[in-house]
């Protein structure tokens, strides 16, 4: 009868133990970490990680991995009007009608264009930001005043606005970037108050002022990062958008004046010309452009799932 | 600005019946362009003693809870007046500035509310935010405010607080989310704390080991404690004195175990007889009031309870049409709002059943 209870009562204290022990790195899992941990686990995540790593080495080593100088022009002597020389030896995906590699191009491309959208986008958060901030922090007067410029330059389409900045900041690349980051302002401007305006009104932002804590603590210390989550999902989202429209302008001309430089909106829109004839010279900067796009969506996307606080364990 | 020393049982100043919060007539109206004035909290009136704990009593929508948010000064500014006196130590803060008002809160006046998941920062852990209190009101370094915060925690009951400190309020339980809350309430050891159903969004255990707990903080510190709660067992087992408000108005006021052998007001007899109890037979229906908060008058035309009172009379509404049923005296330490109270016989005072009131 003891010797049962003995063994019964070690086996309860050995399932407590076991019930009992934290498990490795599991006290105080910090937001950052945990929505990492999610991603990891995400196969959409992975997939789309995957594709944007990639374009980044890619960009990051141009120099090494293009098979020829994108700027130079061979078998000049074979193209003739209505003679675009295709796929050939030594020339993977062909050359375009100045007699210039394409995959050669296509990867120079890379680097214009990704940082063409991580600039513009980071620039557009930061400015964004600031005006949410703003308005979502004091609230009144100010907020009234701030949204409503922010309405009217949301009223004005995107494309129609990018294109007015560049010509009004004459060609040159920068002036793009500009172009391309007033777009996405009011994106995170609203986005921002939006979600700081909730967040205000929410219990723990009561209970911190009862307390006493401080309006500007309250502010960055306990809304801002409860508000944060949609802004970095919407970034990842706005940077395929950015790269999209960066090549939209450099098709609509409005790009970067050094056309010698290889970026993929460029090259559609030089391609376009022979579109009848050499459709695969538009299709494979087309393509580029899609599986970049679809890479940061699908990593946005399950960044918002990853950093909502709802599906935290 | 903080009472507090490093100690936090220090005796309470001034033991004597110099209150620690009066609260005289204090109305709140919330004002809408083109709506009625909604009339929230309508002439309260209440004091509290330094280790007292009195409740306020009242269904959803009485204005239990916009008082203690007027007591605090954490009303909006906009669209809300609030006139009358609400003095903590004998310092005025209704019409204080902003700037005063919030070196007070946290320091000498704090307030743990319903949802203790929701009071919480998700993203920030425990430690940040019991810490955040102390440096705002106590001259501390970051190091002696984690000490300290570790010692708060060990103090209501979390244990292994230093690990605690470095969690994130999803990983705590509802009960030691509440602790937590608790703890930040009472770190600069406040003269008064208001407690705003602070056990509603628990499980009946977790709530005993709460109210016990705030029961051991304030006979400790001799904290004046308010609490404010629609649960009648929460009041029986905690509150000194009682202020039962209906309708933005005290309607009766009175120590606890009288209010519960005799309650006078029909309201209090019906939220009495309301509560299920053990030794009612089997299958027997509750017993209701009738009707829904919704179904007031106007105080201005009598009574706003008559419209759900049994025993409300025609000069509960007409015949005084115009004329505000008065909180009048009623016997010693009681006050009452009633024309047509509940009787009890001058027989002995425990001879009645609270229950067949109605």
Not at chain 2, 49 to 73: N, Q, Y
Not at chain 2, 296 to 324: K, M
Request: contains cysteine; charged residues 20%; aromatic residues 4%.
């Amino acid at each position: 009868m003891t010797a049962m209870g003995d063994v019964k009562r070690r086996r309860i204290d050995e399932l407590a133990a076991r019930a009992g022990a934290v498990p490795e790195g599991e006290g105080g899992v910090s937001l950052t970490r945990s929505a990492f941990r999610r991603l990891r686990r995400d196969p959409v995540a992975i997939i789309g990680a995957v594709i944007v790593i990639t374009f980044l080495v890619v960009a990051a080593f141009a120099p090494f991995l293009a098979p020829r100088d994108p700027l130079a022009q061979t078998l000049l002597s074979e193209i003739r009007p209505g003679n675009i020389p295709g796929a050939r030896e030594g020339f993977p995906l062909g050359v375009d009608n100045l007699g210039r590699d394409i995959l050669s191009r296509l990867i120079w491309g890379s680097r214009q264009s990704l940082m063409i959208g991580v600039v513009s986008t980071v620039l557009g958060v930061v400015v964004g930001m600031a005006f949410g901030v703003l308005a979502g922090a004091f609230g009144g007067w100010v907020d009234t005043v701030v949204m409503r410029f922010i309405d009217i330059v949301l009223s004005i389409p995107s494309l129609l606005m990018a294109i007015s900045i560049s010509v009004l900041l004459g060609q040159n690349q920068y002036a793009l970037m500009i172009a391309i980051a007033v777009t996405q302002v009011p994106i995170f401007a609203r986005l921002l108050r939006g979600s700081m305006l909730a967040q205000r009104n929410s219990d723990y932002a009561l209970a911190a002022q009862a307390l006493g804590v401080k309006k500007s603590r309250i502010v960055f210390g306990h809304v801002l990062p409860n508000s944060l989550s949609p802004v970095i999902v919407q970034a990842t989202l706005s940077l395929a958008t950015a790269i999209i429209e960066a090549a939209a302008l450099s098709f609509l001309g409005l790009g970067d004046p050094d056309l010698a430089r290889p970026e993929w909106g460029a090259m559609l829109a030089n391609a376009q010309a022979f579109l009848s004839i050499r459709p695969e010279l538009a299709v494979y900067p087309a393509l580029c452009i899609i599986v970049v796009a679809l890479g940061f969506t699908l990593l946005g996307e399950s960044l918002r799932e990853a950093l909502d606080p709802k599906f935290r364990r | 600005m903080s009472s507090g020393s490093s100690s936090i049982s220090a005796p309470p100043v001034g033991l004597g019946n110099q209150p620690v919060l009066e609260v005289t007539d204090l109305a709140v109206r919330f004002t809408r362009r083109g709506e009625a004035d909604t009339r929230a909290v309508d002439g309260v009136s209440f004091s509290v003693a330094p280790g007292e704990t009195i409740g306020l009593v009242g269904e959803s929508g009485c204005g239990k809870s916009v008082t203690s948010l007027a007591v605090m000064g954490l009303l909006p500014k906009r669209n809300v007046q609030v006139s009358g006196s609400v003095r903590l130590d004998g310092q005025e803060l209704v019409g204080a500035d902003a700037e005063t008002l919030r070196g007070l809160r946290g320091a000498d006046m704090a307030m743990v509310f319903q949802d203790p998941l929701s009071s919480l920062n998700p993203t920030v852990p425990i430690g940040t935010q019991v810490t955040e209190v102390l440096l705002e009101h106590r001259d501390m370094t970051r190091k002696e405010a984690v000490d300290e915060a570790a010692r708060l925690l060990d103090r209501v009951g979390i244990p292994d607080p230093l690990r605690r400190l470095k969690e994130y309020p999803h990983q705590l339980s509802g009960g030691m989310r509440q602790r937590a809350l608790i703890a930040m309430a009472l770190s600069c050891s406040p003269r008064l704390l208001i407690a705003d159903e602070p056990t509603t969004a628990l499980d009946v255990t977790i709530q005993a080991q709460i109210l016990e707990l705030l029961r051991e903080l304030v006979v400790d510190s001799g904290t004046a404690l308010v609490m404010i709660t629609h649960d009648l067992g929460v009041v029986a087992g905690l509150c000194d004195r009682v202020h039962v408000m209906y309708a933005g108005k005290i309607i009766e006021t009175a120590d606890r175990h009288e209010l519960f052998a005799r309650p006078r007001q029909p309201y209090t007899g019906g939220l009495l007889a309301s509560v299920p109890r053990l030794d009612s037979p089997r299958g027997a229906p509750l017993t209701p009031i009738r009707g829904s908060a919704r179904d007031t008058i106007a105080w201005a035309d009598g009574c706003a309870f008559a419209p759900r009172c049994d025993s409300a009379q025609d000069d509960c509404l007409t015949e005084v049409a115009g004329s505000t049923v008065e909180l009048v005296p009623d016997g010693p330490r009681r006050e009452l709002r009633c024309r047509h109270p509940i009787e009890y016989p001058p027989a002995p005072a425990g001879a009645t059943a609270p229950g067949a009131a109605r």
